[in-house]
């Protein structure tokens, strides 16, 4: 699939909204290569989303889905942290959410993309078992898993999948390998990973702009991963409060505050406060948070909202898709081909 793309350029699937059909279908139109994030909807409602995006495209696209995690160890500390929330929530007048676990209905997830197969299917948090990698193959689909370590490229070669989607810290939102306490930047783990394996690299984390689609391509990357990048643009499910968090300059962090598993975003109020305290502790902490993340979203207040970004936010354009495919990919190439005059052969 990678070698077939007109345009090095992946819309990175961004689960809770951002990631659209509308959004998949026209960075594909564009040359490039769409993603739907399966991530907390319903079996029915990715079965909608994959309809929906065979119908405002013909080219190739993938699903996301997140593979289990390990349950957390420490119990008490979650209902700690619950507690500690309870003050916050009577002031919005919500009720926290049960600090209940679960795996994101994957093994159903599984079975529709078996059942309904797509080019693609992605997979973040960990790594499939070999037996459900031979069944995608089965049906047609790659495999693509994300690592965060240069290690973690051994189990993915060992179960067959083909190609990794390496994210350094740069990245916005959730760390995609199976553990989130990883803290390689993108460029360096690049060449890590590229000396560990020889299966194909897609980048992930930080590229906003065609001199960063330039670098990690150079760096041996066949396409880049874009999540930030789409925030703002029109076809993207962003909020008006998530957008305006992602054009603005704040500084970004990596926490566990609003969902348990580390993930970068714009700092705000919530953060701040508590991010010392949140517990390794996903899907559960998301759960306890979500109904304060869903008053905060409704009154368009940032300060107890999970403002997902990568580091390079501000470089994002408040463009249709295409244009920012477009302008990415003209971008690099003009990069590289600067380069070329500045670096000349030996």
């Keep these: 699939m990678l070698d077939g793309l007109r345009r090095p350029i992946i819309a990175a699937p961004m689960g809770g ?45 993938g699903v996301n889905v997140f593979a289990p995690v390990r349950p957390p160890a420490d119990a008490a500390a979650i209902t700690a942290y619950a507690e500690r929330l309870a003050p916050l929530a009577r002031q919005w007048d919500v009720a926290l959410g049960e600090p209940v676990g679960g795996d994101d209905a994957y093994a159903e997830k599984v079975d529709l993309l078996l059942a309904d197969p797509v080019p693609v299917v992605s997979f973040a948090f960990g790594v499939p078992t070999a037996a459900v990698v031979d069944a995608l193959h089965d049906r047609g689909s790659e495999v693509w898993v994300t690592v965060s370590h240069p290690a973690a490229t051994a189990e993915t070669e ?17 760390r ?11 460029l360096p783990l690049l060449r890590l990973v590229a000396a560990a394996t020889r299966l194909p690299m897609v980048a992930a984390g930080g590229i906003a702009d065609g001199p960063g689609l330039a670098a990690v391509l150079a760096a041996g ?30 500084d970004t962090r990596l926490t566990r505050a609003f969902t348990g598993r580390r993930a970068r975003g714009v ?6 406060a508590h991010d010392g ?28 909202l999970n403002l997902w970004a990568g580091q390079a936010h501000a470089l994002s354009r408040e463009l249709p898709a295409a244009e920012v495919v477009d302008q990415l990919t003209a971008e690099a190439a003009a990069t590289i081909a600067a380069l070329s005059h500045r670096l000349p052969a030996v």
């Design 176 to 186: 995609g390998g199976a553990d989130d306490a990883d803290e390689y930047a993108l």
């Design 17 to 61: 909204g951002p990631s659209t059909p509308a959004l998949a279908a026209a960075v594909s139109d564009a040359g490039g290569f769409g993603f739907l994030a399966g991530a907390y909807l319903s079996p029915q409602r990715l079965a909608d989303d994959i309809a929906q995006a065979r119908r405002l495209t013909d080219r190739p696209f």
């Design 267 to 272: 700092v705000n109020e919530f953060m701040r």
């Design 221 to 250: 990357a066949s396409a880049a991963a874009l999540g930030t990048a789409f925030l703002r643009c029109p076809e993207a499910g962003t909020s008006a409060v998530h957008r305006a968090a992602v054009a603005g300059s704040g």
């Design 277 to 304: 305290a949140a517990p390794a502790a996903y899907p559960h902490v998301h759960q306890v948070t979500a109904p304060l993340r869903a008053a905060g979203r409704e009154a368009g207040d940032p300060s107890v």
């Design 158 to 174: 060992e179960v067959g999948a083909d190609a990794v989607v390496v994210q350094g810290m740069e990245a916005g939102a959730h």
